[in-house]
């Protein structure tokens, strides 16, 4: 625990019990555990009395390929509720190096300030020269200063200046969802280092050395091609040709333009390299050449967001306004949702921004700057779709792409109704990480334009499946080269950590973890309406290229809600059972305080 | 024809199957089959319905009656045809079935080349009763209903007028059915249709980008045709509808197929 203030630190340690690690692991599933003790019922994120949690897992520093990441967990100022995103690179590795599960900061820096967490505890020091600088800079700049010793998260000018979906980033990569940049911004901190203290412990080297060798074997296979050959990029043509990629604000789900955007189409093109993450043996990270000069990696999320989500074509404007969020600290997702919400406000007249026009890039570009300076619209923006929805008024937030404040991911819920069921329940918002049910939807297995009691299990199974892969942690595009999952993570949580884990002991965790999740929104006042899509999603049809009509009604909508309540144990409003919410384990004799140093 | 016409084999599927599971990609409600008291059918498509015949010998009103009744409930009209159209499409039967955005309207009856074609036809479900209490009066020709309600008539012209049927089936052979031996051997030398193959992510690398034009009566066979395997890594969509690796699926002329990864997303 750090406690920032003026211009000191304090740093007290907190011994958790054995049984709290072993019940919620680490990442996210530790995260949420800390939220609910931590956290004043209540707090604003953005208040110093808010923690941000930063929260490594059993499997970072060991061999096993793709375990390099780490999650950041706060209440978010999106959503007002638990928001958590994982990032990978060595910072994770020197993290938990420090010797610590997590490093939970509180307070407000008197001024713009870097802390610095080793072996020997925390310190604070002043850094006014960082402002406004990118968070790659920042992180360029405290390296200078700190040595190279050091890993940095840090945060752009968006996370400075309050924007609601800021990113917290290192290494080029971002815990990009929720507004985690925000939270790290209003305690006056650039950016967090770490540094290696102390050596990894594993309980068993021999059976952790060849589980590693196996998993990065098994990396190399089928399950993860896509990822290897054209990235996550990959999806856009495919998601196009199946009628589910968002386009122009959720009004169609094809978009004329996707060859131009289209991975296989840039690979040839424009591919210039291809990169992996700390300790990841995929490679998902494909990097394309910019015009002008430049290089700029480019994901599925973002190439959506900022390119069909707003009607923009060109591949020089999409790779412009990625770079810019990139440079800005800001979420692609919710930056590009909550700008195509805009164009549409803009177009019907609803705002008076006559040069805001779905297809045009320059326009995209001129948002974002606004949204990084807070100026005029940028301001508004800057709150997302749902806030400004709500200051505008006149039924747009029939149209604003978000579920709980949090914008939509590139995935057409009316297509993809499993989906549709995770987006509306999960914990964070409409998320396509924490509830990955468009996997039922595509596998073929489904229909998935006929949502029923299928999709609910479906929905259930795929986030008690992330809930494990994100607090262990491991990459979820490494998903796909397990037969037995739970099982096969246990064995590997049990070879790391001594504690002899099973499948059905691990598929308990999973689900302790989606209620824990659920129990701490509702402590903040979530209900069963927050349950639910965007009425444009519920009320407007789409036609597709075979002639049949995808709709998904509120009918629907909530029938596969009240099974997915059902499925969970929860009551008709989403309530889940006393006696379950007694199992987990967060009275105060699981953490013991220990002294301030 | 010396045999029974639902097992005959059609570019590697029997009749029947073909049949069905066309129908099943087309409409969004259940797939029935009417079979005579103690027949044989050949395997069907998962989630095809079957429905014995009480009665045997009253012909096509006594599966008419069986099969709208076993609809009650389930669905307000039915496509219903018989099981030797090999060649039809699923353009022709959404054309009849928009037929009954007429409320009033009772039957949609193609009449192709000046010949009524009531095994390949849209029924509402309410006539059940209807078709019921002819046949216990002893009527068994389908003419005798149409007398008692209300039919469209969908000429030639009508029917060409729907711009995806005349794309798809310029002349019609959604209609054409396999009565005798040398029907049946003219239908097995036809070829089996042009369809465009598309791949998508890991399956378009190494020179695999863009549409190709392949002969191909189901998924497994463009599947083959393009040298992809139908494993638990690919999934397709045809005509951007849903997704599957039912190498069974039947594919018509015109059909755009996409294969992708199945482990799509991320």
């Known amino acids: ?597 | 024809m010396g045999r029974a016409k639902a097992a005959l084999e059609w570019h590697g599927a029997t009749l029947l199957q073909r049949t069905t599971a066309l129908l099943a990609r087309t409409v969004g409600g259940p797939v029935l089959v009417v079979a005579a008291p103690g027949q044989d059918l050949p395997e069907l498509p998962n989630g095809v319905e079957v429905v014995a015949d009480p009665v045997e010998g009253q012909g096509p009103m006594r599966g008419l009656a069986t099969g709208l009744a076993a609809l009650d409930g389930r669905a307000e009209a039915a496509f219903v045809c018989s099981t030797d159209l090999p060649f039809l499409h699923p353009a022709l039967v959404r054309r009849v079935l928009r037929g009954f955005a007429d409320a009033t309207v009772d039957v949609v009856m193609p009449v192709a080349r000046g010949h009524r074609q009531p095994l390949a036809a849209g029924y509402r479900t309410a006539l059940a009763p209807l078709v019921e209490k002819l046949l216990g009066e002893g009527d068994l020709r389908p003419g005798m209903l149409f007398r008692h309600c209300h039919v469209t008539q969908l000429d030639d012209d009508a029917l060409l007028a729907d711009p995806d049927l005349a794309r798809h089936d310029p002349h019609l052979d959604s209609l054409v059915n396999v009565n005798e031996p040398a029907e049946y051997a003219a239908a097995l030398a036809r070829p089996e249709p042009s369809v465009v193959v598309e791949r998508f992510g890991a399956l378009a690398s190494r020179g695999q980008r863009g549409p190709r034009t392949v002969r191909a009566a189901s998924l497994g066979a463009a599947a083959a045709a393009v040298g992809i395997a139908l494993d638990r890594h690919v999934v397709a969509a045809v005509n951007g509808d849903q997704m599957t690796r039912d190498a069974q699926l039947p594919l018509v002329a015109g059909d755009t197929v996409a294969f992708l990864s199945s482990d799509a997303g991320g």
């Not at chain 1, 939270?183 to 990894?200: E, H, Q």
Request: charged fraction near 20%; proline fraction near 4%.
């Open chain 1, 1 to 597: 625990m750090v406690d920032v203030e003026g211009r000191g630190a304090t740093s007290a340690p907190l011994a958790l019990d054995d049984a709290v690690l072993r019940a919620y692991l680490g990442g996210v599933g530790l995260g949420t555990w800390l939220l609910h003790r931590l956290a004043p019922t209540g707090v604003d994120p953005l208040a110093p009395a808010a923690p941000l949690a930063f929260v490594f897992s059993p499997l970072v520093g060991t061999p096993l390929t793709t375990s390099a990441k780490f999650a950041v967990v706060a209440k978010s100022p999106l959503t007002g509720l638990l928001t958590d995103a994982l990032a990978s690179s060595r910072f994770a590795i020197a993290g938990k190096l420090t010797g610590n599960d997590a490093i939970v900061v509180r307070g407000r820096a008197a001024q713009l300030s870097v802390l610095l967490v080793d072996g020997e505890g925390a310190r604070l020091e002043a850094a006014p020269e960082l402002a406004g600088l990118p968070a790659a800079e920042a992180e360029a700049a405290v390296r200078e200063r700190f040595g190279r010793g050091w890993q940095t998260a840090a945060i752009g000018v968006a996370g400075e200046r309050g924007v609601r979906y800021a990113t917290v980033s290192h290494d080029g990569r971002h815990a990009g969802r929720g507004g985690l940049g925000a939270v790290l911004g209003a305690k006056n901190l650039k950016a967090v280092l770490v540094r290696s203290a102390t050596r990894v412990r594993i309980a068993d080297p021999p059976a952790v050395l060849a589980a590693a060798k196996d998993l990065r074997a098994r990396s190399f296979g089928p399950a993860t091609a896509k990822y290897r050959e054209l990235g996550t990029l990959a999806n856009l043509l495919a998601f196009n040709a199946v009628s589910t990629l968002p386009t122009r604000n959720f009004t169609a789900a094809t978009f004329d333009g996707a060859h131009r955007l289209a991975a296989e189409e840039l690979h040839e093109l424009r591919g210039v390299a291809r990169n992996s993450c700390a300790s990841c043996s995929i490679g998902c990270e494909h990097i394309y050449s910019r015009k002008g000069g430049g290089k700029q990696r480019m994901e599925y999320e973002n190439v959506f967001a900022l390119g069909p989500l707003c009607g923009v074509s060109d591949p020089d404007d999409v790779f412009a306004a990625s770079a810019r969020c990139d440079e800005l600290g800001i979420d692609t997702i919710s930056a590009g949702g909550t700008i195509a919400w805009a164009m549409e406000c803009a177009e019907r007249g609803l705002i008076d921004a006559p040069w805001l026009r779905f297809g045009d890039g320059a326009a995209l570009l001129r948002a974002l700057d606004l949204i990084g300076a807070q100026e005029g619209l940028g301001a508004l923006l800057a709150q997302g779709s749902r806030r400004a929805a709500e200051v505008v008024g006149q039924g747009s937030i029939a149209f604003a792409p978000q579920v709980k404040g949090l914008e939509l991911p590139g995935y057409e819920p009316r297509t993809l109704h499993a989906m549709a069921l995770g987006l509306a329940v999960n914990a964070r918002g409409a998320d396509h990480n924490r509830s990955g049910a468009y996997e039922a939807d595509l596998s073929g297995e489904h229909d998935r334009l006929n949502g029923g009691a299928a999709h609910v299990a479906a929905t259930v199974g795929t986030e008690d499946r992330a809930a494990v892969m994100d607090s262990m942690i491991l990459c979820k595009f490494l998903r796909g080269v397990f037969d037995d999952p739970f099982a096969e993570w246990a064995a590997l949580l049990s070879v790391v950590t001594g504690w002899h884990v099973d499948a059905a002991e691990l598929h308990a965790t999973a689900q302790r973890i989606v209620l824990a999740k659920r129990a701490f929104n509702q402590r903040e006042g979530a209900t069963a309406a927050d349950d639910t899509l965007p009425s444009r999603l519920l009320g407007t049809p789409l036609e597709l290229g075979s002639g049949r009509v995808a709709a998904l009604t509120e009918d629907r909508l909530q029938a596969m809600i009240d099974g997915y309540y059902a499925a969970r144990g929860w009551d008709a409003e989403g309530r889940p059972a006393q006696e379950d919410l007694a199992g987990l384990r967060l009275g105060r004799a699981e953490l013991h305080d220990g002294a301030r140093g």
